[in-house]
């Protein structure tokens, strides 16, 4: 199962971010922290529940651009990435990039919701789209809307 880092199966909205993240966050400052994830297909995510990495069956990363219309997703994962990626979070260093770049991220792109902000369940490399900005494009750009 394949792990998707192209911008074509996400929400319009969400590509630009991604691509602002890219230019004025990572690449601005030399940020280590790499796309790691954009959308997922059914058969990865189902993978994923199954292996107990994820408990959402209605993933914002599910994307079907086979689907009439077409179906886009509404999160990105970045993930540290020094000289190998790593969701190390009991290192000091690795958690503090963690925390800078969500709060960068969030400064540039403030549609962008982050895991990282979650007390229930953080999840800091995770970043999707606010209701508010998918439900304003719904019947243009159809997406799972949690």
Known sequence: ???HRKLDMLHPALAEC???????????????????ETGREHDRHHSLIMKGKTKDVMSRHLFDLDNDPPLYATAVDYVYF????????RNAVILQWYALFGQMVLARCPELSWGGLNR???????????????VESIDETPCVVP
């Open 1 to 3: 199962m394949q792990i």
């Open 18 to 36: 991604t691509r602002i993240i890219q230019r004025d966050v990572i690449n601005a400052h030399n940020i280590p922290m790499r796309l790691f």
């Open 120 to 134: 229930k369940c953080t999840n800091y490399n995770h970043f999707f789209l606010r209701r508010e900005a998918i």
């Open 82 to 89: 020094g000289t190998e990626w790593s969701w190390n979070l």
